[in-house]
């Protein structure tokens, strides 16, 4: 039996089925976590049954079906809490933009919502709704929430949709949401387990009119390695991303973002955290104002385009007081004299540790898949040899394990 295969065997998942197209999925799912040897029990919310049946549902879990939150037989026995216990794993799929937003309002108005509120154990969701619903800035903030409460999650993905629009919003694949539920029972005897860790990553855009911003080379790849590689150790972990083209690593919270402004709010929101990487490449300006509609060519020439300092994410959180995470990374992406631009950097700040990179053009670093870093502390600077993006991360989060010393914090 393979090693994945034994990380599920004996496992016990109760399942949430939301309303919508996407529930359909959810019965190959069932399929597939009992082939790995997972126990399944469901939930069947009054919406999700419009799109699949409860006998469907009972005939592949093998179990009995529950819906009904005042059922005299199941409350009699605290049904909701019995369910939310016994599990090892609380997953969602679909989790619709109605369920998260009950979620994230504490709502226990139905049999699922209270077996969620009731839970003491991890909570995994596989969102699943309309592109315009999942960029709505409601679901961003109700996201941001169940992020800060702990709760995973997995996609959405780019897709076709049944609306028959496109974009972010399909529900994760089976092998997705299956790996996503597998690195949740794995991280529960990791390093960092018990750990939450926040990470930024990518490039923020700055806008000047609705077409036009201003903007860098970030990839996002190098802090999405940093995050998967967390959360392989077992940390709950924040991630914070400005726009990128990669899909969101499976079994963490993603908090998409775009500007810079918008970052710092999401980590704040994020707190408390025991560790911070910030990894992003934020921009150290924005445009005074944005125009409201495309700026044309007038034949007079180029207007002046007015600068304002953007938050300065890291030294926020260097100097956040109660709310300072145990390790502030930060990162430096210079393309010359790079140690000590990068030392100064780390005194000027007041975070702990600075991972400094060369970014020269003839690099290949930015937005590349290699990487060559010097990690500078007050002990002095270490260097490590060129290797790829995702070596560097494991490498970084193995340090990062060492200087929390395990155990449980502010997860």
Known sequence: MSDRADRLAGARVLLIVGGGIA???????????????????????????????????????????????????????????????????????????????????????DLATTALLATDKPVLIAPAMNVRMWEHPATQRNLATLAADGVRVVGPNDGDMACGEFGPGRMAEVPEILAAVEDMLRQRSGPLSGRHVLVTAGP???PIDPVRYLANRSSGRQGYAIAAALAALGARVTLVSGPTALPSPPGLATVRVETARQMMTAVEQALP?????????????????????????????????????????????????????????????????????AKAKLARKGCDWIVANDVSPATGIMGGTENAVQIITANGIESWERMGKDAVARRLADRIAAALGGGSGAA
């Open 204 to 206: 923020t855009h700055e």
């Open 273 to 341: 955290a025991d560790a911070a990487v910030c990894c992003a490449a934020v921009a150290d300006w924005r445009p005074e104002t944005v125009a409201e509609n495309k700026t044309k060519k007038d034949g007079k020439g180029p207007q002046p385009l007015k600068l304002v300092e953007n938050p300065d994410i890291l030294a926020s959180l260097s100097a956040a007081g109660d709310l300072r995470p145990a390790l502030v990374v930060g990162f430096a992406a210079e393309t010359e004299t790079v140690a000590a631009h």
């Open 23 to 109: 529930a359909y999925k959810t019965l190959d799912l069932v399929r597939r976590l009992r082939e790995r040897g997972a126990g399944v029990r469901a939930i069947l919310t009054r919406a999700g049954a419009e799109f699949v049946t409860p006998l469907s549902l009972a005939a592949l879990t093998g179990d009995k079906v529950y819906q009904d939150l005042f059922s005299l037989t199941d409350e009699a026995e605290m049904g909701h809490i019995e369910l939310s216990r016994s599990a090892d794993v609380l997953l969602v799929a679909p989790a619709t933009a109605d369920l998260m937003a009950k979620m994230a309002g504490g709502q226990a108005n």
